[in-house]
């Protein structure tokens, strides 16, 4: 092979990667949340008893909500986060109040290759399986305590099913509030988002 | 006589290519600064070296575009669309920008979307 020729090859090799590469980069940004009160213009928030829709036994649903709203929220917000509304002046101050209730029942199947069943009607591999479900809902407004003006209302639900039939309560609420907080606090705050872009770089 | 290396013209000639245009990061330092600060996260200071760079060339769609996502990343959106559409503006035809731009719009169109989808009359907020 002559010289040239053997140098051409490393050279066209160089020209062609630096002309292949793209003239952009995709990178991954996290977009800020808008959220949909103006929750920075306000210094304080009161969490109010919630009301129940219904009783439920053993348990003080509307302060158990309210109780754990306050502690998660004073977490996420700067600044402070009480049960009592605020004396003389209320200015500045969100207010959050609202109903809450749980509802419980058993689900039953007939299910095949779960239960082993002895029985006259010969149903080999089958037998009834019994779930106990719970359905927590939430309707909150939160509103100026200043005007009373409502300035965020909503209203969420969410359910969760055991295995054991004989769940309690109060194993249902520790996995159901965190989630009526999934959905809640975006609501109040907002939620920043993932995306990509393309930056250019010529 | 002497004789040339072979090489040289071959060398030469990458070297031209490579200054020409064809690097990765040519063009204004102040782009490829900006560049290399938002790949550090330091987006403000990436901000300062876009707004720089469309400053000195008003025609780099690149300083724009690239303007733009650090003003949707900073959460500054009304800023990031006046730049995507100045991007769009100086180069239409261009796929990274349209894209962009895309997705900005469908991003703010899901972030004004009710956060909470179980029942009709989920959140009624007022700004």
């Given amino acids: 092979m002559r010289p040239l020729q053997a140098g051409l090859a490393p050279a066209l090799t160089v020209i062609l990667a630096a002309c292949a590469s793209a003239p952009y980069r995709q990178v991954a940004i996290e977009i800020p949340a808008v959220p949909p009160v103006a929750v920075e213009r306000y210094h304080e928030i009161v969490v109010e008893d919630f009301q129940e829709t219904g009783a439920v036994a053993d348990v003080s649903l509307g302060r158990r909500m309210a109780e754990y709203l306050e502690a998660e929220l004073r977490r996420e917000f700067k600044g402070p986060v009480s049960r009592r509304r605020p004396s003389g002046k209320p200015a500045e101050c969100l207010v959050l109040s609202g109903t809450v209730g749980l509802s419980q029942w058993a689900q039953k199947a007939l299910l095949e290759a779960e239960i082993p069943a002895d029985g006259p009607f010969g149903l080999e591999n089958r037998g009834l399986a019994e779930r106990k479900r719970f359905a927590l809902t939430l309707e909150y407004r939160l509103s100026d305590a200043a005007t009373g003006e409502v300035v965020l209302a909503g209203a969420l639900k969410e359910s969760r099913t055991y295995g054991d039939a004989q769940q309690s309560v109060e194993f249902a609420l520790f996995d159901l509030l965190p989630l009526v907080k999934s959905k809640l606090f975006p609501a109040l705050f907002g939620r920043a988002a993932a995306g990509e872009r393309y930056l250019l770089l010529r | ?127």
Avoid at chain 2, 11 to 38: H, I, K, M, N, Y
Avoid at chain 2, 87 to 113: C, D, M, T, Y
Wanted: hydrophobic share 40%; glycine share 8%; charged share 30%.
């Fill in chain 2, 1 to 127: 006589m002497t004789r040339k290396s072979p090489f040289v013209p071959v060398l030469v000639l990458a070297a031209a290519a490579w200054l020409g245009g064809c690097r990765p990061t040519a063009g204004p330092a102040d782009l490829r600064l900006g560049v290399e600060a938002s790949r550090d996260g330091r987006w403000d200071e990436a901000v300062d070296r876009w707004t720089k760079a469309a400053a000195s060339d008003p025609s780099s769609a690149a300083a724009h575009n690239n303007l733009a996502i650090a003003f949707e990343r900073l959460g500054r959106f009304e800023e990031a669309r006046a730049e995507y559409e100045a991007a769009l503006r100086l180069a239409p035809g261009n796929a990274q920008i349209r894209e962009n731009f895309r997705r900005f719009k469908e991003a703010r169109e899901a972030a004004s979307r009710p956060a909470v989808p179980d029942r009709s009359d989920g959140p009624r907020g007022r700004r």
